[in-house]
């Protein structure tokens, strides 16, 4: 069968980055707050990060065979509850920009299976990746404005 080479290079940056946090939070002292921002904002980047293996794995095998697009699918609508939850509550804005990160990245894996698949070609693929971008951003910020 085929051998898959697994990418440490994010476990370890990952790693990396919440050490630094975690040293930057201690050095600096600062309030609850300040270390609530700072862990919302790690929490942020890695959950960014979650995507991006699948991403360059599919991009490295030009094919997305054994990805689950229902498993993408359920995530976007977990984005809608997330929207649901922004509009009803006071939350940070750093949400908001999770929302728009994550819809992108998602729709670069949509993109991806049906690319691969040839059912779609270059153009398709970068207007739904810019819409589901500009959508995830105005609706996400948009919340804050009610």
Known sequence: GETIVVDRSISRS????MTTMVMLSLSLGGDQEDWADGLGWAALILFMMVLIPQIRL?????????FSLAMVVVWLGSLM?????????DQ???LALELAVFGA?????????????????VG????????QVVLCTIIGFA???L
């Open 81 to 89: 509850l997330l929207l649901s939850y922004l509009l009803f509550t």
């Open 124 to 131: 398709k693929c970068v207007g739904l990746f810019m819409v």
């Open 105 to 121: 990245l998602s729709a670069v894996l949509i993109c991806q299976q049906y690319y691969y698949d040839e059912l779609w070609g």
């Open 92 to 94: 940070p804005q750093v």
């Open 14 to 17: 990952s790693t990396m980055m």
């Open 58 to 66: 599919n991009y490295v095998r030009k094919t997305t065979d054994g």
């Open 143 to 145: 919340s804050y404005e």
